[in-house]
């Protein structure tokens, strides 16, 4: 008999659950943005956020927390209820935080729920409109002749373009002097103005600028040209063979969220992700929507994770 009360008790707890997963959110839901207003996680954010306001009849609140490369709004996302009425919007500086900070306040694999993965987009070599750098071309020699000398602006430690700019280090074999910024429209701005001489700008940040003069592309870091820019040729085709790099974005959850609603979650960006309009405005600032499986999204941030640490300990960064 208690076996049967048992069993009971938790199918009548799953209809509970299936029941209110269908009706959430009932409510507004968070979600933080783990880079400033202006940055290529914030643009993103808010195109997919405004659209899953409309399918569910609720708002999604866009709460910009920015800085530490996107641990300080992580921390604050870990420690939220999981009731799926908060959640969190990161690029690939999620993945990247374990190797960049001795002791974050979260664990990466423990706190979150992997929800899904939502674009991926290559980041684009600008520099000011005075720069004496025309071509990547002009960026490397000047680079191999004077180490040091060409500083290089990135958006916080352990964000996408800190990984970038590594990583040309590593594959180009040369050096430079990195200059932290909270995000990428400071980083922008400085650049425009001559203060810093060049940056990894996400093409989604760095585009309107392009398109209006006030940067020029140097060069782009997926395998293959971005048809925003078709004139703008990779690095890899410009004197570092086989180079790539994509900045990614995703969706996590505090640990522990009901399965239920993180699969309604799931399922409405998914259709956010799928809206014509959407994928229109996001393949306009070269995006690509990125579909994978549970499982495999799971698996994805597990490689990247190691496969980080291999890049920083190359590097010799040492973590913070």
């Known amino acids: 008999m208690k076996n049967l009360t048992r069993i009971l008790a938790l199918a009548l707890a ?3 659950l299936q029941a209110g997963a269908q009706n959430y959110p009932t409510r507004p839901v968070r979600a933080i943005i783990a880079f400033p207003a ?6 993103i954010g808010r195109v997919i956020t405004a659209k899953v306001s409309e399918i569910w ?7 910009n927390r920015g800085g530490a490369g996107g641990s300080i709004a992580s921390a604050i996302a870990a420690k939220a209820a999981p009731d799926g009425y908060t959640l969190i919007i990161n690029s690939n500086a999620h993945v990247v935080n374990p190797s960049m900070w001795v002791k974050l306040p979260y664990d990466t694999l423990k706190d979150f729920v992997d929800i899904m993965p939502l674009v991926g987009q290559p980041n684009v070599m600008v520099v000011g409109p005075a ?7 002009d960026f490397l020699a000047f680079a191999k002749a004077n180490p040091g000398k060409i500083n290089f602006a ?10 970038n700019s590594e990583k040309l280090k590593l594959d180009a074999k040369i050096d430079f002097t990195l200059v932290s910024y909270k995000g990428s429209a400071d980083a922008i701005t400085d650049v425009v103005g001559g203060r810093v001489d060049t940056y990894f700008s996400p093409i989604s940040a760095g585009l309107p600028f392009i398109q209006a003069g006030k940067l020029r592309a140097l060069a782009i870091t997926s395998a293959k040209r971005s048809s925003q820019l078709p004139d703008v040729p990779t690095i890899a085709e410009s004197g ?31 259709a956010a992700l799928q809206d014509k309009s959407v994928r229109e405005k996001l393949a306009t600032l070269g995006n690509d929507v990125i579909v994978m499986p549970p499982a495999q999204f799971r698996k994805h941030v597990e490689n990247q994770i190691a496969e980080t640490k291999v ?7 040492k973590p913070q």
């Open 14 to 16: 799953a209809v509970a």
């Open 38 to 43: 202006g940055s290529a996680t914030d643009i």
């Open 57 to 63: 009849g609720q708002t999604v609140v866009a709460d």
């Open 131 to 137: 720069s004496k750098l025309k071509t990547f071309g």
């Open 154 to 163: 990135f958006a916080g430690l352990g964000s996408g373009t800190h990984l």
């Open 240 to 270: 570092v063979p086989n180079f790539e790099y994509i900045l990614w974005f995703g969706l996590w959850g505090p640990a522990g969220i009901p399965n239920p609603i993180v699969s309604k979650i799931r399922k409405d960006f998914g």
């Open 311 to 317: 890049i920083f300990k190359a590097a010799g960064i």
